[in-house]
């Protein structure tokens, strides 16, 4: 797994740092190149409803969506709607 921070690390809701999907695509073209095994690529911070498709589109395919999740009224239906737009958006 390799991870980019989409927020600076220490605390729970941060606004997404959308400067950081240049790393990401950069990360999934690398990615794309191996040989074999393909790392899941990891975006943690600032994950929603808003911000999870340009990552998505960026190349990652696992988020994490703390306080999306848990300051949602229903948390079941949040992840739901948030794995609908990754998968829509994931090339």
């Known amino acids: 797994m390799l991870v980019v921070m989409t927020v600076e690390p220490g ?15 950069q990360a ?12 899941i690529l990891q975006v943690d911070g ?5 911000t999870i498709e340009e990552a998505a589109e960026s190349g990652a395919n ?13 948390p079941v239906a949040t992840i739901e709607k948030l794995r609908e737009l990754a ?3 994931f090339s």
């Open 11 to 25: 605390f729970g809701g941060q606004a997404f740092m959308s400067q950081q999907m240049p790393k990401v695509k």
């Open 28 to 39: 999934r073209e690398w990615i794309n190149s191996l040989n074999g095994a393909k790392p």
């Open 46 to 50: 600032g994950i929603s409803e808003i």
């Open 62 to 74: 696992c988020f994490v969506a703390g306080s999306a999740v848990y300051k949602s009224v229903n």
């Open 87 to 89: 998968k829509a958006r």
